[in-house]
Nanobody
């Protein structure tokens, strides 16, 4: 059983920055592709970014390109999401998730493409 714990959320003004972290345990981190999703109140959970298990490739949803950076430290079993230029519409609960290496792509924009999820961390951007 893989266990994920997000941290780093909080309240920030528009234009500010936050760095989210996702600590992973219970599996071999370097075997897992990883993704970040978010869910705003009253909306479905949506894909934000993904990274392959070797940190060679990344993929972002269009709305965060150029503002968010996904990265990972395989030695520390930790996934990161550096967010800058934050906007009120980025307000949501942010979740990290795992995607097993046997899939033919390292990312999926669907929640069904991921296996284990963290409990989420709240990000609130004030205008």
């Amino acid at each position: 059983q893989v266990h994920l714990v997000e941290s780093g959320g909080g309240l920030v003004q528009a234009g500010g920055s936050l760095r989210l972290a996702c600590a992973v345990s219970g599996g071999t981190f370097s075997d897992l592709h990883m993704g970040w999703f978010r869910q705003a109140p009253g909306k479905e959970r949506e894909f934000v970014a993904a990274i392959d298990r070797g940190a060679r490739s990344t993929y972002y949803t269009e709305s965060v390109k150029g503002r968010f950076t996904i990265s990972r430290d395989n030695a520390e079993y930790t996934l990161y999401l550096q967010m800058s230029g934050l906007k009120p519409e980025d307000t949501a609960i942010y979740y990290c998730a795992t995607r097993r290496q046997f899939y033919n792509t390292y990312y999926s924009i669907a929640t069904s493409g991921y296996d284990y999820w963290g409990q989420g961390t709240q990000v609130t951007v004030s205008s």
